[in-house]
């Protein structure tokens, strides 16, 4: 059973750095799709960044070039971290993790954008940046 448990939320104040964690298990696939999403009160979940088994990363027009997103693949459990810098307060939301299994790297490219196209994800962490 595959299971996602997220850590490193907080809160910051504007222009300052955090640095989420998601620790994925349970599975002994080795291609895989991964986002970061993120939802604020009131608003739909958007993605933010987004890493594929093969190291290849890119992230939204919002948080690129703020935010970089890196994994340890070198045991069981897999470990993503992503790194975010010069945080504002637009960035407060709740913070997930998801991930979806592929018989294929390639299958990454091009899709796996929104929330809906991953079937598994993190509890979720609360980032707050104050002004």
């Known amino acids: 059973q595959v299971e996602l448990v997220e850590s490193g939320g907080g809160s910051v104040q504007a222009g300052g750095s955090l640095t989420l964690s998601c620790e994925a298990s349970?599975?002994?696939?080795?291609?895989?799709?991964m986002g970061w999403f993120r939802q604020a009160p009131g608003k739909g979940r958007e993605g933010v960044a987004f890493?594929?088994?093969?190291?290849?990363?890119?992230?939204a027009c919002s948080p690129k070039g703020r935010f970089a997103n890196s994994q340890k693949n070198d045991g069981n459990p897999l470990t993503i971290d992503l790194q975010m810098n010069n945080l504002n307060t637009e960035d407060t939301a709740t913070y997930y993790c998801?991930?979806?299994?592929?018989?294929?790297?390639?299958?990454?490219?091009?899709?796996?954008?929104?929330?809906?196209?991953?079937?598994?994800w993190s509890q979720g962490t609360r980032v707050t940046v104050s002004s």
């Open positions: 998801e991930i979806e299994l592929v018989p294929a790297v390639r299958y990454c490219r091009g899709g796996y954008d929104r929330s809906t196209d991953y079937s598994h």
């Open positions: 890493i594929s088994s093969d190291g290849a990363t890119r992230y």
């Open positions: 349970g599975f002994r696939s080795d291609g895989y799709c």
